[in-house]
């Protein structure tokens, strides 16, 4: 169960060498005992992720992932509780993928779309069900900004945020009567190993940032929280930009 700050006592990282995951894990860990489980595919960056929170005193076990092998997704989730009800679970794997690419290879746009929407949405389903037999629990999931509008210049990975954000939004509703929770997080360009080497575009955030969003976000049982905040007034406005002037701009 959460404590009456919001912080959890097990955590579950569902793509669990992304930087944003762990560095919530830490973030949490300054505030107690936590047990961890690190959902991902066997590597040498999982065994990294693993030694980086024990050194800093968490339980940790791994458990084996993959997004798009979804007929196993059954089995994660319940090795995954194993040790205990989980009370918050981030969703936060994702491939983005060549832009240029996405749209003009058929196995390039598939791994985006499984990866990012029926693998999101797999979990998703799979931790509800779950998290409604505990009577408690915190699904995070990392949505973006890219689904908000989608562009021209990304417009395979957005379609596939736009679709896993809608899922979750609907599934916060669903899950509410049920006493879980679900919170939603846009973040723009985030600075990690998934973007390093690309042009970091305005209001570029952290991770540190985004963890905090998300400690803050769970804490207050937000449904919706942007990184950083400014975005929400940004893309309400690009939202409603007619489509010819849209299509004009440098996004």
Known sequence: ???ALGTPQNLLLLGGTSEI????AQRY???GPLRVVLAARPSSGR?????????RGATVEIVDF??????????VIEKACAGGDVDVALVAFGVLGDEERAWQDHDAAIELAEVNYVGAVSSGVLLGE?????????IVALSSIAGERVRRSNFVYGSTKAGMDGFYLGLGEALAPDGVHVLVVRPGFVRTRMTAG???????????????????????RRDLVWVPG??????????HVPRPVFRRLTL
């Open 47 to 55: 065994e990294a992720a693993r030694a980086r929170l024990v050194e």
């Open 1 to 3: 169960m959460l404590d």
């Open 66 to 75: 993959d997004a798009r092998d979804t007929a196993s997704h059954r089995d």
């Open 198 to 220: 690309r042009e970091a575009a305005p209001l570029a955030a952290t991770a540190d940032q985004v963890a905090d969003a998300i400690i803050e976000g769970v804490a207050k």
């Open 230 to 239: 400014a975005l929400r007034a940004v893309m309400s406005g690009l939202r």
């Open 130 to 138: 779950r998290m409604r037999k505990q009577g408690h629990g915190v």
């Open 21 to 24: 995951a762990l560095t919530l």
């Open 29 to 31: 860990l300054e505030r």
